[in-house]
């Protein structure tokens, strides 16, 4: 593995805002514009990336190219792909790319072919009708993401996701199935995450409750801490490991997929490793003006560091793909939620964006009202496949037809001249035209990409997550921010454990409480209303 920042023979980390090349990045993207008539569209793995609703100039495009290089941007990208510890906080390697390369090292290839084996087995044996997923955030949103997009027509497998440290998250998970024909799959970096304990506590407690004998062989882990595992009283056979340079919201490569092994197959895994390889091959390779992960990355900086959108809309015109938009939105905001630099200094610029939306055509009917014609607006990430998976192609048709519409209405616009005479041409009154045309009168130029993907399918969904993985590399490095902590989460739990204590009464009350959080604390745990 190679060296911790700063690089060996590079000048030391120099704070984003002190960067000249900052500075003339800055001048250079407030003064670009979106060309309506040029077209710039990147195919990366399979993938055609249309960046051709952003703000370009020839002077964006060589600011881009002496900030990147300011970064150390090669340098550091063959950090990361190479096992480097760029996440130096925790001092460890952010190394999810070893997880789906071809060619794995051994410990990698050993999990694989040991999880490949579980699955081929139970298969064989048509064992575990019923699969119970326990685990949150990137132990959770990965998964359900697979198996919707390539389990939402069903399967002989029933699967249920129990993240939520809610009871009746867990009560709903058990609901109305058999227990001797299910397996619990407890998948938890740590095997110390709260949620998935408890969770899993009470699944234990209902597979015993059932009779039985051995609760722990209906048990899996998946885990980079095997001993605590063993501990809490899962069999060495039924661990899967993880390492702890895999962050959880890189986990999907890892053997936390074997629920979407067995919800719908191994090749489902095995495509999206694929796809996600080839990204990074592209990512590797690709000059920065054809590198799609860069180019987005850039993009997405101006929006937000220059031209001050405060989120980012996801919006993938699949049904599919219902479960993009939060995994993306833990990807990005867990990773770029930071205001603080390397050095330990304020970024000095606005930073990670809000992220969220929903699939269009349902958005259409839900907030892109707000996108159109809201005060603040938004750049969106349109994706769609050129081809569908079933037997109507004019659902498919009108499908790419409203986000072809979507996207050119918020880029052209539409002004108060064409407003009012559209509202003339169809025989309204001038006055009353004139007064209705305001209202009609969309801003326009507002930034977005088009992701096409051929099809869904598991090698493009794994190039599609790997290529928003490399864009967030890419924005963390620039503004000088470590995309592979969680801190502020941590803090969080911390607090957490304490408060568990007050409302139980194992532990007395924090003096240090806030005015609200005592006086709740006080009330809610001095009574049995709210069990």
């Not at 250079?28 to 952003?54: K, N, R």
């Not at 041409?425 to 507002?446: I, Q, Y």
């Not at 490399?470 to 902590?485: E, P, S």
Request: with cysteine; proline share 5%; net charge negative.
């Amino acid at each position: 593995m190679t060296s911790l920042l700063p690089i060996p023979g590079n000048p030391p980390f120099v704070p984003l805002r002190e960067l000249s090349e900052w500075k003339a990045f800055e001048t250079a993207a407030a003064q670009s514009s979106i060309q309506t008539h040029s077209l710039h569209i990147i195919t990366a793995a399979g993938l055609d990336v249309d960046v051709s609703s952003q703000g370009t100039s020839p002077a964006l495009t060589q600011a881009t190219q002496a900030l990147l290089e300011a970064r150390h941007f090669e340098a550091m990208r063959s950090q990361l792909l190479e096992g480097g510890h760029i996440n130096v906080t925790e001092d460890r390697a952010a190394w999810h790319t070893a997880l789906r390369a071809p060619d794995p090292i051994e410990e990698v290839a050993l999990e694989r072919a040991r999880m490949t084996e579980f699955v081929r087995q139970a298969d064989s044996e048509r064992k575990w009708r019923n699969i119970v997923h326990i685990g949150i955030g990137g132990s959770d949103w990965g998964v359900r993401l697979a198996v919707n997009a390539f389990g939402y027509a069903g399967s002989w497998r029933n699967v249920h996701f129990v993240a939520n440290i809610d009871g009746h998250a867990i009560q709903g998970g058990l609901a109305g199935i058999d227990p001797h024909d299910t397996l619990v799959v407890m998948a938890s970096k740590s095997f110390s995450t709260a949620e998935t304990l408890q969770n899993g506590q009470r699944a234990v407690e209902w597979l015993r409750a059932a009779g039985i004998q051995d609760p722990y062989s209906h048990v899996v882990a998946v885990t980079a801490r095997p001993e605590a595992a063993k501990k809490w009283g899962v069999s060495g056979k039924h661990i899967f490991k993880l390492w702890d340079w895999v962050g959880g919201r890189f986990s999907v490569w890892s053997a936390v997929s074997l629920t979407t092994a067995l919800a719908v197959n191994l090749d489902v895994v095995a495509g999206m490793q694929a796809g996600a390889a080839a990204m990074d091959l592209h990512f590797s390779q690709a000059p920065i003006q054809e590198n799609a992960p860069v180019q987005i990355a850039m993009s997405g900086l101006v929006n937000r560091s220059v031209l001050g959108y405060g989120s980012l809309n996801i919006a993938p015109y699949d049904f599919r793909l219902a479960e993009l938009v939060p995994y993306i939105q833990q990807l990005e905001m867990e990773s770029l939620g930071k205001s603080v630099d390397l050095a330990g200094n304020p970024v000095g610029v606005p930073t990670g964006p809000t992220v969220w939306g929903m699939p269009g055509t349902d958005a259409q009917h839900t907030f892109f009202q707000w996108l159109h014609q809201g005060s603040d607006g938004s750049p969106v990430d349109f994706i769609v496949c050129r081809q569908a998976d079933h037997g109507w192609p004019e659902h498919h048709r009108s499908l790419i037809a409203n986000c072809l519409a979507q996207r050119e209405a918020l880029l052209k616009g539409k002004s108060y001249d064409q407003a009012l005479q559209d509202l003339l041409d169809a025989g309204m009154e001038r006055d009353r035209a004139e007064w209705l045309a305001h209202h009609k009168t969309h801003v326009g130029g507002r930034p977005s990409n088009l992701i096409v993907l051929p099809r869904l399918s598991p090698y493009s969904l794994g190039a599609l997550l790997a290529l928003y993985e490399h864009k967030v590399f890419v924005q963390g490095l620039v503004w000088g921010i470590n995309a592979f902590d969680q801190w502020g989460v941590e803090y969080g739990k911390v607090l957490a454990k304490g408060i568990v204590g007050e409302l139980d009464g194992t532990r007395a009350q924090d003096p240090n409480h806030d005015a609200s959080t005592a006086h709740w604390v006080s009330l809610l745990g001095s009574g049995e209303d709210n069990v």
